[in-house]
């Protein structure tokens, strides 16, 4: 049995990090291109949305497509990221954020053999661009962050503070992957799994901060509470595939039926 990690909390790959919002109006936006068509374009935008200024936004846009030197492989990224800080008053302060990402890609396989590649190979070189996978195999992940950060100053030495987040992030695979090269050494033998990960995080921080002196020594106090609750759901089907000629191959099989 081959099974991934449900862990995707950090798999997705972010293309921006999440930025806080400015006191100053903000505007940039960037675009970027290159090989195996690679096109990136991504928007920047803050600033007040009052005249005192104590309500700023921040939002965040990135797009990215890109194909591969590996036949039939494409990947796209799709990023949003908006924050909004709300300064209540002069001693609380509370930034709500949020973070969406999705990246739908094709699965590509984790190598060639060495035989027909780094070692000779009675039938030659195995092309480079070679996918050993099928072009309906994929691998499509998402990440959906949203939250909360309070700040609250009774006084210039104590203060609240608290934060709750919540993260949902699912995958979506359907692989197909290499398994044994055969002794005519051009026929490899693959498998296929498909399955989705699903796992929901919840976390949150509540604690106080406080400094204070007993004579001529100083003290910091931090009390409070963390609550986490993580929720992870995986499912697997691992089944036989039909096997793939190396040097030339015919796509469009499907997994064999359990027996």
Partial sequence: MRHLDPRLLVEVGDILGT???LSE???????SAGSFNFYRGAIDLSGPLNPSKTVLYRLNLATQTTEGFLDFYDEQKYFIAPVLSWQISDRTKITFSGEYQVRP???AQQGLAAEGTVLPNPNGQIPRDRNLSEPYSTNDASALRVGYDLEHRFSDNWQLRSAFGFTSTQRYKVWIGADTLEDDKRTLTRY???GVNDDRVYNLDTYVVGKFATGSIGHQLVAG???TRINS???NNDRQIAPLDLFNPVYGSQPFEPV
């Fill in 19 to 21: 930025k806080q919002p």
């Fill in 105 to 107: 890609q094709k699965f």
């Fill in 225 to 227: 509470f963390n609550l």
């Fill in 233 to 235: 759901t995986t499912t």
């Fill in 192 to 194: 296929f799994e498909s």
């Fill in 25 to 31: 109006p903000y505007y940039a936006a960037e675009i």
